[in-house]
């Protein structure tokens, strides 16, 4: 497991997504975006927060959402503890923010696949789980993302190669944006993963030879 020495020391409540390799990926991604001084930056799926004081310790003007109580307090708290001003909303996806729009979209929503039948997951799996297909926030953050970007505006949506990168592409491309593939991260089975290893390889999800997952980064810009 790596120590992500570019998050910031982020503490993480019972029930809270905790950074993981998907996180340290998008960061990547996010150092090499120009963030001008007061840029606007959404993080949307906040999670404890880590990504969201990245981007203020670089001088944005930062807004966090995330749907779940325990995550908008973490994020509240390691927000004052770094003495960093992020606006923490609680909300479903881009409820809060509506009627804004932002310089750079951040997202690592759920996008595990699972076979729960639920039409909603609940609980802890809130964090992970994501319909049948793994797309259940990926195919709204895909809709609606794009109306919420400035003009030169950039999303940048972290998620497994499970879950459809090529169909994340086309819904992006099909509202106008230019997308593509920034990074790229191999890593082994989680334990969601592991648990789930002879549902997903039935399901042609994975094959019998992968031992990996592969998490991709997807880019895309809005033109001027």
């Known amino acids: 497991m790596r120590g992500y020495p570019r998050l910031v020391n982020a503490l993480v409540l019972p029930g809270v997504y905790a950074p993981q390799d998907d996180t340290d990926l998008l960061v990547e991604a996010l150092s090499e975006e120009p963030l001008a001084p007061g840029a606007r930056v959404l993080d949307v799926g906040t999670g404890s927060g880590a990504l969201a004081l990245v981007a203020a310790r670089r001088g944005a003007e930062v807004t966090a959402v995330d749907v779940s109580r325990r995550a908008v307090w973490t994020a509240r708290l390691n927000a004052r503890l770094a003495r960093l001003p992020v606006r923490i909303r609680r909300g479903n996806l881009f409820g809060p923010v509506r009627g804004r729009s932002f310089d750079v979209i951040l997202a690592n929503p759920p996008y595990v696949p699972s076979p729960d039948a639920r039409p909603e997951p609940r609980g802890r799996s809130r964090a992970w789980d994501a319909g049948r297909d793994g797309r259940l926030v990926l195919d709204r953050i895909c809709r609606d993302a794009p109306a919420l970007l400035r003009p030169g505006g950039v999303l940048l949506i972290v ?35 592991r648990a789930r290893l002879g549902w997903l390889r039935e399901r042609g999800l994975l094959s019998a030879a992968d031992e990996r997952e592969e998490l991709v980064v997807i880019r895309a810009e809005r033109a001027f």
Do not use: D, K
């Open 159 to 193: 998620q497994s190669a499970v879950s459809g990168a090529e169909r994340t592409l086309e819904l992006l491309r099909g509202t106008g944006l230019e997308a593509a593939v920034s990074r790229r991260r191999w890593i082994g089975f989680g334990p969601v993963l």
